[in-house]
């Protein structure tokens, strides 16, 4: 169902106020759009949160509390290392003129959010 000219109207103004009052909001979630993961962090944190999940197991099955309290700081220590944005790349590519980080126009392969991304873009620089 299409917004009407004045749910258009009201809704880009407060696209236009969010983009005035709330400026670091805009870019912390602008900045991770270029990001990519970093896989081998992901793969190094399953391993210990795997390995901690295994000393947990041993520590409880032996009764061993010292063992289990490892266990649980290693799987804690996994899912922070899976989890955690590298520094590595940490500067996303800056835009181009259109408004898009170096993609083709109209490329075929584009997904449904980088579409979606692309729209918003040029609708705000018509709007500005």
């Known amino acids: 169902m299409p917004l009407s000219e004045q749910e258009q109207r009201l809704l880009e103004e407060m696209e236009r106020n969010l983009y005035r009052n709330d400026a670091d909001f805009v870019h912390a979630?602008?900045?991770v759009r270029g990001r990519r993961p970093n896989y081998r962090a992901i793969v190094?944190?399953?391993l210990l949160a795997v390995a901690g999940a295994g000393a947990l197991i041993a520590g409880v099955a032996l009764?061993?509390?010292i063992i289990g309290v490892v266990g649980f700081a290693l799987m804690f220590a996994g899912?922070?290392?899976a989890t955690t944005p590298s520094k590595r790349g940490a500067a996303a590519p800056a835009p181009t003129?259109?408004?898009t980080?170096?993609?083709?126009?109209?490329h075929q392969s584009a997904g449904f959010m980088d579409r979606l991304n692309e729209r918003w873009d040029r609708r705000q620089e018509r709007g500005d």
């Not at 980080?101 to 109209?106: R, S, T």
């Open 79 to 81: 899912v922070l290392v």
């Open 101 to 106: 980080a170096g993609k083709p126009k109209g």
């Open 44 to 46: 190094l944190g399953v």
């Open 29 to 31: 979630v602008g900045g």
């Open 97 to 99: 003129e259109s408004g």
């Open 63 to 65: 009764q061993a509390l």
